[in-house]
């Protein structure tokens, strides 16, 4: 699977990076029925606005194209990495209800 990154108002680490690329990309052994290597999850990641400094300030967005569709996931938090988790695993549950609908 292709991961491509954005991050408007973040500063991407190379450690944030891996984190997003290792999460993410764990859902490939998902998507063995769609032929993994044609799937893109495009990843945004960032902080909502830049005024608020508590709260749930982290934003998570993730668009995964697949053959036959698209899925997408969101989330807001105030830990990015709860946040990546969180849009991972509401990605899991997409591609199980996806694989449900298109196994005819």
Known sequence: MKITIQAPNLELTPALTEFIETKIGGLEKFLKKFNPEDALARVDVGRGTRHHRHGKVYHVDVNLLIPGGTLR???DDEDIRKAINAVREKLQREI???????NQ
Do not use: N, P, S, W
């Open 73 to 75: 996931a969101a989330h």
């Open 96 to 102: 199980e209800k996806f694989k449900g609908t298109h």
